[in-house]
């Protein structure tokens, strides 16, 4: 069953060879969240533009999607969770960035704290174990929180276009089991 999948970008965007743009361009049913303001982004409005999104689709479609977060996109999903409640199938939650951490850019602030608690949908936190921005031990703390499947890959950086993910199976696969 194709399920409609929500493209949830982190921190200035997606570029054209992130793996979230191939995506959208590949992936049936895929859109992306349109935030209010990539190099700004505000908690509040990235959470109910995702809202927004998920509503106006949910009344027009009615099949609940699979939300798919890069970065501070696992973080708007994961507020807009504690938030809101609307029908989800799942989230995969890729690289989710740790604004906690006191070199976190002044601009992701806003994201803090990071919520803790079960999601109320099944979800995988996917990180590497040498992401610049999420200690994998943090990583693997926040999936317990969120009662979310983990995955650790060797490497793979911060799983974006500078690490080398345009083309990312892994990543596809990952996506069509929680599609499942």
Known sequence: MNRPVFLVPGWKNSGPGHW???WE??????R???MPNWDFPRRHEWVEALDDALALHLRFDGAPPVLVGHSVGCLAIVHWAFTHQRPVHGALLV???DVERA???E???DFAPIPRGVLPFPAQVVVAADDPFLDSDRARAFADSWRARFTLLERGGHLNAASGFGPWPKGE???K???R
């Open 107 to 109: 601009e992701l602030n």
């Open 32 to 34: 992306r969240v349109e």
């Open 177 to 179: 089991e929680l599609m």
């Open 20 to 22: 979230q743009s191939l």
């Open 25 to 30: 361009a590949q992936v049936p049913d895929a």
């Open 173 to 175: 696969a990952l996506l």
């Open 103 to 105: 070199e976190a850019p």
């Open 95 to 97: 690289a989710p960035s």
